[in-house]
């Protein structure tokens, strides 16, 4: 397969790695082609990211920071070569990884695709101007810039504001009874109750007899006066005369939202103001001159509000046309198509990308790449098929296929069976997780993997027995939901099983989360609705599995509770690193120091002082059972078990809720990763499991509905047999189970099917049809029919 005039002459078209020992890798060697796709497989935790990521794509990054710059060098040091012995033949690396963007990012599709900076050049350069007007800058059409932006929602599009009746919510009330719910509690309230007082209103009057210009001026006032506050005295305390500054509700209740640090007074604050569209720019969040620009008569706002499939129609160009316009939209065409082709047209330019699916950003950065003219790199993706419908998986692979044929090599770290059919080489490494796995199985054409039998993979990927008919259960009954009208969907009603398990699918953008958004809270026939997303367990590495399933408060007890620790009159708190006392209070508990660097993204590097412990030496002399605290963190939830099980049969009875917590986490399949794995480091699948397994362990009364948004995403096909029996074993106990699936071989297995499309965007948002399996199958219109017929033959 190597190319046959590969870039570099002086190699043999190899990737050749020896030595890997990054995490659970046991000196992995392996020769990878180049300019090919190659995938790389195995269960989840069994080392593929750490080979793929980890070693070949870290070398890669480390050797393109030494060559740019030479300054980076500390850097490197600081954050460490991965663990490698040798990799020769490497082309530099482009890493497309799965990550959703940060919630507060005012990022976008089209600044991600950067199809927002093409089209503000056309405006710029092509566009209408209103006779007399001067050509703007494309500067001037964006609203992240102080040239575009609209000056009074700052480009935000909407604005807060408080309104009377927010601030004043029970008007019957005077002002000394507390009718101004939006003002500070305790002393403050008081002091300017006084100072309203002191101005001769009358806080005593209901609310809603005071005439309305007072009552204008004391919710709305940019004054503030300054006035002597005589205070009533209290019977047992004398105050004196003071000076008391006013302030409105209303700047107050806004500079508490902007500026205040306590999270807690801002989300009070937030509870009275309510947001509207911008009343100057309408939420366009351009400035008027740059919304007076036009071209093929719609303003940039408008454009970037279309879908990306018909935006391509609105920007073909009249005859008449210059040539500037014509090659920008020729260009701008061509990227949109690219967006389209990997099932994406339904997104708008302007959508928010912290609204986006991390598979949906990674595909959008795969567009981009696409275009980008690169050649000679590899591309190491993680999981592209994650969200997408079997339909799009197929225009996927020939997106890969191109990206090969333009010189390039992509490595792709996948679970998709038919993804692994389409590879010309396949590295599968295992044969289990952690400390079970870290070898390579197998390295070679796909067809080569049929005769390895310790691989996981090689038993789904060649098995074609039909299967298992399983019994369809008997709905106990049925939640209605809608009619729905949101998003693309138009007065949908959709019926949900009770006592079931039901999978909801359709391609991308059919809107299948909009439709089970719409289950919420107080259902007729629920007694409970666990929402299990793959929303990050937390945002910074304080938070991590430990702490989040609530077994590291079990933990600090059990340290808490040893002689050394009794001597030394530490309590619980002091084997926490979130709270001074024992904790490093140079990473103060993180175990990471960030390190900044000009030009590149900052990194973390392990921290000086603890070396990654996250605690002071004194905490660390405190042994349970021979392990310190940072050596329990660092045990892996399997490894934690058998610890714990010890200590329980040794008579700690103390431990055994530890136990409990552990078990659910081996029985989601997270056996492999360490108790301290900072979230930050989770994706969003494993997190999603994390929240599985701490609602296993509680006890459960009554109905309880689950939903859960494409919970194999990041599995093994042996993972998902794992979870399925995790899943069904609660629709046994008499549960409901909602989720929104793009594997066939769950849908297969489920009682009844509801499919949404057919196309995404507007051309969905419709019930096609709903029903068992064999029904939906069967069904003519339905995109996702002919794949699961294949596997229900
Ligand atoms: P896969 O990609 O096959 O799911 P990984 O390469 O992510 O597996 O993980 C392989 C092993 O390395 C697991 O046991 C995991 O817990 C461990 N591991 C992953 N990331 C880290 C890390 N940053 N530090 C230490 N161990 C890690
Ligand atoms: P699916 O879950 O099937 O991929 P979604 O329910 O996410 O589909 O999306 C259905 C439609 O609604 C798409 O056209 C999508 O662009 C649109 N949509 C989804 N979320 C939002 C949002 N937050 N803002 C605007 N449009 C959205
Ligand atoms: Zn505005
Ligand atoms: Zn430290």
């Known amino acids: ?58 070398e890669a990054q480390r050797r393109y920071f030494e060559s740019v710059a030479p300054y980076a060098r500390r850097l490197i040091h600081q954050v460490g070569a991965p663990k490698v012995g040798e990799i020769s033949g490497l082309p530099p690396a482009v890493s497309l990884q799965q990550s959703r963007s940060a919630p507060t990012s005012r990022s976008s599709v089209g600044t991600v695709t950067t199809l927002s900076n093409s089209l503000r050049m056309l405006f710029s350069r ?5 006779a007399g007007a001067e050509r703007l800058d494309s500067d001037a059409f964006s609203p992240n810039t102080a040239a575009g932006a609209c000056p009074r929602c700052h ?71 300054v006035v002597t506050v005589h205070p009533v ?35 009070k604050a937030e509870k009275f103001l309510e947001s509207t569209p911008c009343p100057v720019c309408g939420g366009a969040r351009l400035r008027a001159e740059s919304l007076a620009v036009t071209f093929a008569g719609r303003t940039i ?22 040539e500037t316009a014509r090659v920008l939209t020729d260009d701008l065409r061509a990227r949109l198509a690219t967006v389209t082709e990997l099932g ?33 790199v590899v591309y190491v993706l993680d999981e592209p098929s994650a969200g997408l419908h079997p339909a799009d998986t197929e225009s996927l692979l020939t997106v890969l296929d191109r990206l090969k044929a333009a010189g390039n090599s992509v490595f792709v770290v996948e679970h998709h069976l038919d993804v692994m059919r389409h590879a010309d080489w396949l590295v599968d490494v295992g044969p289990l997780a952690g400390e079970h796995g870290g070898r390579v199985l197998h390295s070679g054409p796909v067809a080569g993997l049929r005769d390895v039998p310790d691989s996981a993979t090689a038993r789904f990927l060649f098995d074609d027995s039909p299967a298992v008919e399983r019994h369809v259960r008997e709905p106990r009954g049925w939640l209605k939901v809608g009619p729905v009208t949101r998003h693309n969907l138009r007065d949908v009603t959709a019926e949900f099983p ?32 666990v929402v299990v997303d793959q929303k990050p367990i937390g945002r910074t590495p304080r938070s991590n599995l430990a702490t989040y399933t609530g077994l590291f408060d079990v933990v600090r007890k059990l340290f808490a509770g040893t002689d050394a620790a009794k001597e030394r009159g530490y309590g619980v708190g002091r084997f926490s690193f979130n709270v001074p006392g024992g904790r490093c209070e140079t990473c103060q508990g993180e175990g990471f120091v960030s390190v900044e660097l000009l030009f590149l993204p900052s990194t973390y590097a392990p921290c000086p002082d603890c070396g990654g412990a996250r605690y002071n030496p ?155 399996p064999r029904l939906v199958a069967a069904d003519p219109d339905s995109r996702t029919a002919p794949y699961l017929a294949r596997l229900l033959h």
């Not at 209290?234 to 209740?253: C, E, F, K, L």
């Not at 106990?733 to 071989?745: K, N």
């Open 233 to 267: 005295r209290d019977a047992d305390r004398i105050q004196r005369p003071y000076q008391g500054t006013y302030m409105s509700a209303d700047r107050y209740v806004l500079k508490t939202f902007a500026d205040s640090k306590s999270q807690s007074l801002r989300a």
């Open 155 to 225: 480009g935000i599009g909407r604005v807060h504001r408080t309104t009377e009746a927010l601030l004043v919510p029970d008007p019957g009330l005077s002002i000394r009874e507390g009718a101004i719910a939006a003002w500070p509690g305790a002393w403050q309230g008081k002091n300017l109750r006084d100072i309203l007082d002191a101005l001769g209103h009358d806080v005593d009057r209901p609310w809603r007899e005071l005439e309305q210009a007072d009552r204008d001026w004391i919710l709305f006032t940019d004054e503030q006066p």
């Open 618 to 772: 004194e905490t660390l002399q405190v042994t349970y059972r021979g392990r310190s605290i940072a050596e329990v963190l660092d045990l892996t939830v399997e490894s934690a078990t058998a610890f714990f099980t010890d200590a329980a049969a040794a008579g700690d009875d103390a431990a055994r809720p530890v136990l409990r917590s552990l078990r659910t986490l081996l029985d989601v399949g997270l056996g492999y990763l360490r108790l301290g794995q900072p979230a930050t480091e989770l994706s969003g699948g494993e997190a999603q499991r994390i929240k599985l397994a701490s609602e296993l362990q509680r006890v459960r009364r009554g109905h309880t509905l689950y939903l859960l948004d494409e919970p194999t995403t990041g599995l093994h096909p042996a993972d998902v047999e794992v979870l399925l029996r995790q899943l069904h074993g609660l629709v046994d106990a008499g549960h409901s189970v909602v989720v929104v699936e793009h594997d066939m071989a769950v849908v297969a297995g489920a009682d009844w099917v509801v499919d949404l499309g057919p196309g995404g965007g507007d051309a969905g948002g419709r019930v096609v049809v709903a029903g068992p």
């Open 301 to 322: 706002a408008e454009l970037a509000r279309l879908p990306l499939s018909e935006l391509a129609d609105a920007l073909s160009t009249p005859g008449d046309a210059s």
């Open 1 to 58: 397969m190597p190319h046959p005039d590969s870039p570099d002459p002086r190699h043999d078209g190899l990737v050749r790695v020896r030595g890997a020992r990054e995490h659970n890798l046991r000196g992995v060697d392996v020769d990878v082609p180049r300019d090919v796709l190659a995938v790389f497989t195995g269960v989840s935790g069994s080392g593929k990211s750490s080979l793929a990521f980890g070693t070949i794509y870290a």
């Open 498 to 529: 009770f006592g079931a398990f039901t999978a909801v699918t359709g391609v991308s953008g059919s809107g299948k989360s909009t439709l089970i958004g719409e289950i919420t809270e107080e259902l007729d026939g629920v007694g409970r609705l």
């Open 344 to 376: 994406l047209g339904y997104l708008a330019l302007d959508r928010p990308t912290p609204t986006l699916s991390a598979g949906e950003l990674q595909r959008l950065r795969l567009a981009t790449q696409l275009r980008s003219g690169l050649f000679g």
């Open 126 to 130: 092509a566009g209408r101007y209103p």
